[in-house]
C-alpha cells in the first residue's frame, strides 16, 4: 500500500481539464511544500513535470499545473492531449525518517 | 544531453547478491544527490536509498536497510547499489534519479532484478 493515496484512473476527453488528487498526511504532504509529480508512459522512465507542488521545469507544458491544499495535492491537465495518456505519480517529501513518499499512481485516459 | 544508464540488473536466486551501476553523462554528476528508485512489476514508485554529493551521507528505505548500501564515484561519474541477501519483493525495475531538491530530476531507463524463491 502506498504512502500517497492518488485515485487508480482519471478519464476525460480532447480539449478537456481533469484533476488528479494526491491525498497524504500531515507528516509528509501537509508538511512540506517539497510535493512533485511524474509522467510515465508505458514502458518508460518517469518523467519530473512539476516540482515544489506548483513549479514546472522547463520544457515542460504550461497544460500541467499543480496545487496543494493541506493534506491533499492536485495535479491539473488542461486542454487534454492524446499524448498525455499515461501514468501519473505524485510523491512528497516525508522527513529526516521516511524521506521520499510515491503515491499509487493515476492511469489517465483520454477517450 | 542528460543521459543516466543503469546495468547490473539480472535473474538472482533468494539470498543471492547483484551490484547495480549507474552511468552519468550530460550534467555535473557530483552537484547532485542520487537516488536509486524502483517499481515493481505493474506498481508505483518506491524511494530506495539517496546519497549527497561527497557520499558523506547515506540514506535508505527501512525494508533494504541492512541489506543495501549505495555508493558512487564522482570520479567516474558513477552510482552504484549492492544489493545482499535478496527476497522475492525486492523484484522490480531499478532507476537511478538525479536529485538537485526535493525531487527527482533526472532518471536512468531503469534494469530489472528478479529475484527467483
Known amino acids: 500500500q502506498s504512502a500517497l493515496t492518488q485515485p487508480a484512473s482519471v478519464s476525460g476527453s480532447p480539449g478537456q481539464s481533469i484533476t488528479i488528487s494526491c491525498t497524504g498526511t500531515s507528516s509528509d504532504v501537509g508538511s512540506y511544500n517539497y510535493v512533485s509529480w511524474y509522467q510515465q508512459h508505458p514502458g518508460r522512465a518517469p518523467k519530473l513535470i512539476i516540482y515544489?507542488?506548483?513549479n514546472r521545469p522547463s520544457g515542460v507544458s504550461n497544460r500541467f499545473s499543480g496545487s496543494k491544499s493541506c493534506n491533499t495535492a492536485s495535479l491539473t491537465i488542461s486542454g487534454l492531449q492524446a499524448g498525455d495518456e499515461a501514468d501519473y505519480y505524485c510523491s512528497s517529501y516525508a522527513g529526516s525518517s521516511t524521506h521520499w513518499v510515491f503515491g499509487g499512481g493515476t492511469k489517465v485516459t483520454v477517450l | 544531453e542528460v543521459q543516466l544508464v543503469e546495468s547490473g540488473g539480472g535473474l538472482v536466486q533468494r539470498g543471492g547478491s547483484l551490484r547495480l551501476s549507474c552511468a552519468a553523462s550530460?550534467?555535473?554528476?557530483?552537484?547532485?544527490?542520487m537516488s536509486w528508485v524502483r517499481q515493481a512489476p505493474g506498481k508505483g514508485l518506491e524511494w530506495v536509498a539517496n546519497i549527497k554529493q561527497d557520499g558523506s551521507e547515506k540514506y535508505y528505505v527501512d525494508s533494504v536497510k541492512g541489506r543495501f548500501t549505495i555508493s558512487r564515484d564522482n570520479a567516474k561519474n558513477s552510482l552504484y547499489l549492492q544489493m545482499n541477501s535478496l527476497r522475492a519483493e525486492d523484484t522490480a525495475v531499478y532507476y537511478c534519479a538525479g536529485q538537485s531538491g526535493h525531487y527527482f530530476d533526472y532518471w536512468g531507463q531503469g534494469t530489472l532484478v528478479t529475484v527467483s524463491s
Open positions: 550530460g550534467f555535473t554528476f557530483s552537484s547532485y544527490w
Open positions: 515544489d507542488v506548483s
